[in-house]
Every structure is written in structure tokens, then in C-alpha cells.
């Protein structure tokens, strides 16, 4: 529109103009993340995704806040973590997602485009994981406050009535979000890394999700303490209001999921770099 | 101008691409022919910077591909296999590439309507056919208004319509002064678009050379005849500018006359009275000649020095 490369027909001798060095494009990492933001909300399976994430989370809050009784034997649990229950559903969503906004490129062949278009390549991962990163982030913690408010509306005359004002609840929900979030970049991670969607799918679950249950039934303590630690108990610990007796503390757990997601993502960054594409 | 310096790719024990040195020059279609598995899209992932080479090294406009800071302006590339997220629309695919660069709006639709995908813009590419796909690859190519093109097979699936757009469109970038290498297993499609050739076998360089020259050397036109005396025949034949070859062992009889044409050599054996069994005018086929050349491949090889200068 603006430039004359618009028509190449113009254009007499592109070789001479290019020694020029006269080209106003040029790749920044600030247009890579504007790349990737088109790609992530240019498929229909982003939306899917996240709208799947947003009812589960919602629905199942509601569905605890019209059905919960104060006799009912569930007064003990935390009130933050009883309303965002659906969490545990959102994530695997918004785990696929993260897994498909990476492992999703090998498997249709885009990943050569892109990596041709940005041969520096990690810009091309740190772009993918921060625009993941920040609308995970956004869209889960909208989807909890207002998951929060409407379970609420039934739960006021309850034992489990709170209000965001309470001690830990905003932060518990806040850090609920930044679990969700750590624990998609972990997926997005093994997505880069093991190339291949259901490949990932199957690694998060047996890694993330069914390992550390099976290794804190061994009768070792120091295995035991080591599995609080562990992604999935790590963000579990993010999302509640009122610490429970040996658990980790909230800022060792963000830590810890921080390293995962650190480790995850490295891993497949130094990949990235090495393996022909 | 695209360089390739002993440019080796190994996998494990089995080497695809060996020892490969060239020079694809701006102003000309470069043919880059081999058979099948000859290495081809390996080589020209290799000189996109998506795959390492073993050994060896490669540039185009004078750097390394990931040297470039705009790549999408210095080389354009259609690769073989579909690199496109069936669920993402023609127009998004080719925006979200072109805003790496920085590339506006107006060129992403310009390219769209330059491929003739403008009525299917905004439709998912899941339901594209093969050519329509091809199509798509070539306007992500043109989309950085590159100094040179790598097209890995661009008339594969395409209708005779859009061969011809291809084959017009590539002289067209050619004559606008940029570099276009393109890959085929056709000898028969780049005797009409190329003007030069590199051709590969089993990895290795078989010839470069330009396509007049290859015509010349490999399609040009004999006699066959069978005769009972061939060395009579062949003695008063003989002369400047004619080739009179034999497969002695197999036919004895049979010689393969070239640099004259029918009439002169039936006129001469009945001036002579030889008797003739057959004279029959062959032309041989640039695809028989590719396929003779490419099948003796690590034997075989032809190279004609280029007018404009020494292979580097």
C-alpha cells in the first residue's frame, strides 16, 4: 500500500535495490509476537479451546454453588478451591491448547514456514509461549472472578460464603490463573520438544498427572516432600486461600511451577536450535 | 545468486546429499532435475537454513540464509511438502507470515489476487485441492517480493492452466532480474521453462549445464540403419560433423548415424550399391536422455563450463 514493492512489476532491478539494503521490512521480535497472535486467534481450535476452558470452569462452579449444603461435610474445604473445582477440567483444555499451538505446526508442516520466515528461530518460541502465556492468563482469571461471583450469589447463606475482600481469596484466585497458566506453558513445552500432539497429550498425562500419584504412594518421606513440588500439587497450592498443614509454601510452589515451565520450555528452545526442522 | 559449496547431508551411514557445488544466477530459470530421492528438497531445505548441513555451506545474496534480518525479501520459497495449518484461511496463513516482517495488508491481498485466490481468500484451506494449495505456497513465496525463489515442484497437481501460469510467471521474475531456482523430476517441463539446469543423481552433481547445451549434446536427432556392410557404409559417410556410432557386440549391423539426415545417407548406399534393411529418422527424447543420465548416476557426469564464469 505504502511501498513500492507492493507492485514488483515496478521494480527494474531487485538484485542492485536489495544490495541497497532498502527494504523497510525486516523481522523484530515485536512483529514475531504479532505473527504468533495471529496464528493463535486465527483457528477455530484457539477459540474451541479456550470457550471449552471458560464453561467448564464456569459450570462446575455454579453447579457447586447450587448444590452445596453446610451439612454436607464438605466445610473444610478451602472455599476458593471449592468453587474452582472445574480448574482441574479447564486445564487439560487449555493444556491441549498449549500443546497444539506448538506440536501443531510439526504436524501440518507450518513449522518449516514459520522458521524459514524467522531463521533466527527461538523468537519464533518466545513468541508462541508469551502470547499463550498472557491470554491464558487473562481468560482464566476473568473466567474465575466472575466463576467466583455467580457461585457466591448461592453460597452466601452458606458456610462457604466469601467475598474476594477475604484474606488469601483474591490471591487464591490470582494464583489459581497463574497455576492454570504455568501448567499450559509446561504443555506448550513438551508440544515443541516431542513434536507430535498426541505424543505430548500422553506425556503430560503420564508425567504431570499420573506420576507424581504414583511415586507419593512409595513409602519414602524425602519422595514425598519432593511430589509437593511436583507441577500439578504446585498449582494446587497456588489456588488456595488458607494453606493446609505440609503443604509447600505459595512462594516455593510458584517457584517450583516456575522451573517446571522454565525446564519445559529450555528444553525445547535448545532443541529448537539444534534439530533440522 | 545462490551458492552452494560442497554442500553434504548425511543421515546417519546414508548420504543423500554429496559434495554438491553450484551457482544459480539472477536473470535465468535454474532447473534443478532429479530423479526421485535424488536429494533435491534436502538441498533446498539445506540452503533455506532448515536443515544443517553435514558439511559444506551455502548462500544466497552473497549470506548464509539465517544471516538475512528480512529473509521473506531476499528468498521466496515453495517447499514440497504443504507447509500450511489446514484450519487457518489462505488470506490469515499468508498474514501471519507476512507480520514477521512487517509486511502490510495490501501486499498479503496483492499476492492473494497475483495467484488467483482472491474468491477463496477467506476460505479454510482444509478445503483447498492440490493445486489450489500450490497456488497458496507460490503467493507465500511472492509475499516478501524476494530477489530469488526456491520452488520445490510448483506444477505438481496443477491443471495445464496453471502449468502455463507457473512457467510464465518464473520467466517473468527471471527477466525482472531475480534468481529462480526451481526443482522438477520433468526434463520435458523445464525444457520449456529453464534456461539452465543442474541436474542430481544420488545426491551428486550430474551436470550444469544450460539447456541448449544439454539439447545439443543429449536430444539431438540420428538415423538408425541396418545394413549388411556397415564399415563400407560407414567409410563413405565419414566426414566432418558426422558421428557414426555402433553397438558392435549386440548389432553388428546397426549403426547410429548423427550430423546428416536420411536422404543423403539412402542417396550414398545406393550410389554404392549397399543394400539398406532399415533407415529410420529417431529423435531422441530430453526425457530419455535425462533418464539415460540420471540412472548411471555416480558414473556419469557432464558438466559444461559456464560463459560467464568458473564454478566457484
Known amino acids: 500500500m505504502t511501498t513500492a514493492a507492493a507492485h514488483p512489476d515496478r521494480r527494474p532491478h531487485p538484485a542492485q535495490q536489495h544490495q541497497a539494503q532498502q527494504h523497510p521490512y525486516r523481522v523484530t521480535p515485536t512483529r514475531v509476537l504479532r505473527s504468533e497472535w495471529h496464528k493463535l486467534r486465527s483457528l477455530r481450535s484457539s477459540w474451541i479451546t479456550m470457550g471449552s476452558a471458560a464453561v467448564l470452569m464456569l459450570a462446575v462452579g455454579l453447579v457447586m454453588g447450587t448444590t452445596y449444603t453446610s451439612d454436607g461435610g464438605d466445610s473444610d474445604v478451602d472455599t476458593v478451591v471449592l468453587v474452582l473445582y472445574g480448574s482441574v477440567l479447564s486445564t487439560l483444555c487449555t493444556v491441549v491448547l498449549g500443546i497444539l499451538v506448538t506440536a501443531g505446526e510439526y504436524s501440518t508442516g507450518l513449522i518449516r514456514a514459520s522458521l524459514a520466515a524467522v531463521p533466527r528461530r527461538l523468537p519464533v518460541l518466545w513468541a508462541k509461549a508469551a502470547v499463550f502465556a498472557v491470554s491464558v492468563f487473562v481468560a482464566t482469571l476473568t473466567t474465575a472472578l466472575l466463576t467466583f461471583l455467580a457461585a457466591q450469589f448461592f453460597l452466601h447463606d452458606t458456610d462457604q460464603a466469601a467475598s474476594l475482600g477475604d484474606p488469601g481469596v483474591f490471591g487464591a484466585i490470582v494464583g489459581n490463573s497463574a497455576g492454570i497458566t504455568l501448567l499450559s506453558l509446561i504443555a506448550l513445552g513438551l508440544g515443541a520438544l516431542l513434536r507430535s500432539v498426541p505424543g505430548a497429550i500422553g506425556t503430560y498425562i503420564g508425567g504431570v498427572l499420573i506420576l507424581p500419584e504414583v511415586l507419593s504412594m512409595l513409602p519414602y518421606d524425602a519422595v514425598e516432600s519432593a511430589v509437593k513440588y511436583f507441577p500439578t500439587q504446585a498449582a494446587g497450592v497456588l489456588g488456595s486461600a488458607t494453606p493446609l498443614e505440609g503443604d509447600a509454601s505459595a512462594g516455593g510452589a510458584l517457584l517450583a511451577l516456575c522451573l517446571w515451565a522454565g525446564a519445559s520450555l529450555g528444553t525445547a528452545a535448545l532443541l529448537l536450535r539444534r534439530r533440522d526442522a | ?312
Open chain 2, 1 to 312: 545468486m545462490i551458492r552452494a559449496y560442497e554442500l553434504t547431508k548425511k543421515y546417519g551411514d546414508n548420504t543423500v546429499v554429496q559434495d554438491l557445488d553450484f551457482t544459480v544466477r539472477p536473470g535465468t530459470v535454474t532447473g534443478f532435475l532429479g530423479p526421485n530421492g535424488a536429494g533435491k528438497s534436502t538441498t533446498m531445505r539445506m540452503l533455506l537454513g532448515l536443515d544443517a548441513p553435514t558439511r559444506g555451506r551455502s548462500t544466497i545474496g552473497g549470506r548464509a540464509y539465517t544471516a538475512h534480518n528480512a529473509p521473506l525479501t531476499e528468498v521466496g520459497a515453495l517447499l514440497e511438502a504443504r507447509s500450511v495449518h489446514p484450519g487457518r484461511t489462505a488470506f490469515n496463513h499468508l498474514m501471519a507470515l507476512a507480520h514477521t516482517h512487517g509486511i502490510p495488508r495490501g501486499r498479503v491481498e496483492h499476492v492473494l489476487d497475483l495467484a488467483g485466490l482472491t474468491a477463496v481468500a477467506h476460505k479454510r484451506v482444509k478445503g483447498f485441492s492440490l493445486g489450489m494449495g500450490q497456488r497458496l505456497g507460490i503467493a507465500a513465496a511472492l509475499l516478501g517480493d524476494p530477489a530469488t525463489l526456491i520452488l520445490d515442484e510448483p506444477v505438481n497437481g496443477l491443471d495445464p492452466e496453471g502449468v502455463l501460469w507457473v512457467r510464465n510467471l518464473l520467466r517473468s521474475l527471471a527477466r525482472q532480474g531475480r534468481t529462480v531456482l526451481v526443482s522438477s523430476h520433468l526434463m520435458s517441463e523445464m525444457a520449456l521453462t529453464a534456461d539452465h539446469l543442474v541436474i542430481i543423481g544420488r545426491g551428486r552433481l550430474l551436470a550444469d549445464t544450460t539447456v541448449t547445451e544439454f539439447v545439443a549434446t543429449a536430444g539431438g536427432t540420428s538415423v538408425k540403419v541396418v545394413t549388411p556392410q556397415p564399415d563400407a557404409l560407414r567409410e563413405l559417410l565419414t566426414g566432418p560433423g558426422i558421428d557414426i556410432t555402433t553397438d558392435s557386440a549386440a548389432s553388428p549391423d546397426e549403426l547410429d548415424i548423427r550430423g546428416t539426415d536420411a536422404a543423403h545417407i539412402g542417396r550414398t548406399a545406393a550410389a554404392h550399391a549397399i543394400p539398406l534393411y532399415e533407415l529410420t529418422p529417431r529423435t531422441a527424447s530430453l526425457e530419455q536422455a535425462f533418464m539415460d543420465l540420471t540412472q548411471e548416476s555416480v558414473e556419469y557426469r557432464i558438466t559444461t563450463p559456464e560463459p560467464t564464469g568458473a564454478l566457484a
